[in-house]
């Protein structure tokens, strides 16, 4: 368990503990009440808040981006995991057991880039694809079908409407289905599916 998570978070933590414990310290000397302090001018005072907005902000980035990237790893290695790209960011989600992924709340008009993953597929197999709701698929699978890669994923790119709403493009392979959810416009409520 060298590079564990959880070993992963406490060097982390240590490293980010280290500062906060070294400003904690130099309060507590300045403020010792046997020597007499003098406040600091008002130049070091505004210098020492903005490290400390700086110091919050950078440790604010590196714990978001330690969640981001634990949370992509994880999603990545169930083999049902479909990449999104849209907007230059990847979204890596997974189905639940009906084939239905998570809603992804995307810009109007966007283009978007998915790899879907269908396991047994095999490449250069042709499967069944559809948009429900109003997205425009590009390339070959404007004729309603999508080619199996040599990875066995389906690649796809599409374009989602202007209009704010659900919009949904639908995979088949045999009794196997892949449902691809984009909303476009506000993030709508959170869906809680049995």
Do not use: C, Y
Request: hydrophobic share 50%; aromatic share 4%; no cysteine.
């Amino acid at each position: 368990m060298k590079n564990s998570p959880r070993s992963r978070w406490s060097r982390f933590a240590l490293v980010a503990a280290v500062p906060v414990a070294l400003v904690v310290i130099g309060l507590a000397v300045r403020n010792d009440d046997s020597v007499p302090a003098s406040p600091p001018p008002p130049q070091a005072q505004a210098a020492t808040a903005s490290t400390v907005a700086r110091a919050e902000a950078g440790i604010s980035a590196v714990v978001k981006s330690v969640a981001v990237a634990e949370t992509a790893t994880v999603a990545s290695s169930d083999p049902r995991a479909a990449r999104i790209e849209v907007a230059g960011q990847v979204r890596v989600v997974t189905p639940n057991a009906r084939g239905e992924f998570p809603r992804v709340v995307v810009p109007a008009s966007s283009v978007i880039a998915v790899s879907v993953p269908f396991a047994g597929a095999q490449p250069g197999e042709l499967l069944p694809v559809q948009s429900e709701d109003g997205a425009v698929l590009l390339g070959a699978a404007a004729q309603g079908v999508a080619l199996v890669a040599a990875s066995g994923d389906v690649p796809l790119s599409l374009k989602v409407a202007a209009t704010d709403g659900l919009q949904r493009v639908t995979l088949r392979r045999g009794g196997e289905m892949r449902v691809l959810e984009f909303w476009v416009g506000a993030e709508p409520h959170v869906l809680v599916r049995n």
